[in-house]
């Protein structure tokens, strides 16, 4: 995404805020991933893999990886105890029931009514949407976590996507370099800034309009 | 009943032109020794049917690298460039289908069923060309059933009867891919006589077997590795 490492990290933790215990979690690659690493030792959750684990644990030692053991990135994993394996149906009947609490993901564009662009541009990236339309459509609450601007300095989050969608009115949340957003029935409504910006900036580099009235910090 | 054939025996029924469904996902899980054989065996025109392209050296991402396959249905390639640089030089045909709907429509067809309802999708690109139905006033998507006329599928173990048993994350979409084909080849670490299975452990009934082969492991280096 063309961000500084503590960028990165800073938005991960933010992030990490919106994981209670007891939650099960589905993590998109990426920042995503780096979610896991700020979720307190007190908050116990299930993470969930595409792939057909409930109860992913940490990256194993090196040395000790096991290659029939990897999360849906292809990236050795360990289990937790309490961990299951199943089949991929299952993986996809856990999503599409709405099991999953939450999902982290990134995105292309998000709209003021939380539609989602983030598995295709037409003509560029065409690599498939792999789980992203299940995820999005489905899971309890929709995290996006993702630059504000594009690399020419675009908005990411608009009135309309032009992109196609991923899934409609989905995401709840977004957290960025320079702000959390909340997608409501109302509208967006901006709930933090972050500290180097003003709300000026974040108008600025927002290409939607945002109620401001609950900034909370 | 024993099904143990040798390798090359097994993919004498894969020709050119065939349509195989491949179980793996990111490519742990492909069973490398059929694959290996495959490549060698020089078959092409191959519509393949699996989760993802993998890597362009490892698993089923070697059958894309090698040109070999004209068509792939899939959920996702943006692990293997070549799928993505062939598609847009019109060499390979791809059609996307949701993860979650991939795997069920492969499981609709392993197991008799005309297709599954779905709402994944319903409202976006992935409805286009496709017929919507109405149960109980919620729009689902009518998916078609996947079947091949070969399926290969990774076990960790296999007896003389075809029954499987997987091993962790490589299980992923081997268990569904292994009813889908017209003719099921299964690669194990180890086989072993009948009735050393427990059955309460046997993840795929050796029903869906025709042919077992024992696989001599992985010949790629991972991608993390």
């Known amino acids: 995404m063309g961000m500084g490492v503590s960028v990165r990290e800073a938005i991960a933790k933010r992030a990490a805020e919106e994981i209670k215990d007891g939650m099960i979690i589905n993590l998109g690659i990426g920042i995503p991933t780096l979610v896991a690493n700020y979720i307190p030792a007190d908050v116990n959750v299930m993470f969930h893999t595409e792939n057909g684990v409930l109860g992913m644990g940490p990256a194993p030692l090196k040395g000790e990886e096991d290659a029939n053991l990897c999360n849906a990135g292809g990236i050795p994993i360990t289990v937790v105890p309490g961990a299951s394996y199943f089949d991929s149906t299952l993986a996809f009947g856990i999503t599409r029931r709405g099991l999953l609490d939450i999902t982290i993901l990134g995105a292309f564009e998000v709209s003021e009514k939380g539609d989602l662009a983030n598995w295709i541009v037409p003509g560029k990236i065409v690599s498939g949407m792999g789980g992203a339309v299940d995820l999005a459509q489905k899971a309890k609450k929709v995290v996006v976590l993702m630059n504000h601007t594009d690399k020419h300095g675009n908005p990411k989050i608009v009135r309309e996507c032009t992109l196609p969608l991923t899934a409609e009115k989905c995401v709840d949340l977004i957290i960025t370099d320079m702000a959390v957003i909340e997608v409501t029935e109302q509208g967006l409504s901006l709930l933090e800034v972050e500290a180097s910006y003003t709300v000026e900036d974040v108008m600025k580099a927002t290409g939607a309009e945002f109620h401001v009235a609950d900034l909370v910090k | ?225």
């Open chain 2, 1 to 225: 009943m024993k099904k143990v054939r040798s390798v090359e025996e097994a993919i004498r029924y894969i020709k050119s032109g065939s349509s195989l469904m491949v179980g793996g996902f990111g490519g742990i899980g492909n069973p490398p020794t059929l694959i290996k054989a495959i490549l060698e065996s020089g078959v092409d025109e191959l519509t393949l049917i699996c989760n993802d392209a993998g890597f362009p050296h490892i698993g089923v991402g070697q059958i894309i690298t090698e040109g070999r396959a004209a068509r792939l249905i899939a959920s996702h390639i943006g692990s293997n460039p070549n799928a993505g640089k062939f598609m847009h030089e019109d060499k390979l045909d791809i059609e996307f289908s949701p993860q979650g709907t991939l795997v069920e429509r492969i499981r609709a067809g392993g197991v008799g069923l005309g297709g599954i309802l779905t709402d994944i999708g319903v409202n976006g690109l992935v409805a286009e060309g496709k017929e919507k139905v109405v149960v109980d006033g919620k729009a689902f998507l009518i998916e078609t059933p996947l079947t091949a006329d070969i399926s290969i599928v990774y076990a960790k173990k296999a007896d003389e009867f075809g029954n499987l048993i997987f091993d962790k994350s490589a299980r992923n979409t081997n268990p569904l891919v292994a009813m889908a084909g017209t003719i099921t080849i299964a690669e194990a670490e180890e086989i072993v006589p009948v009735g050393e299975l427990n059955p309460e452990e046997i993840v795929t009934p050796g029903a869906f077997v025709d042919i077992v082969v024992k696989s001599e492991g992985v010949n790629w280096a991972w991608a993390w590795e």
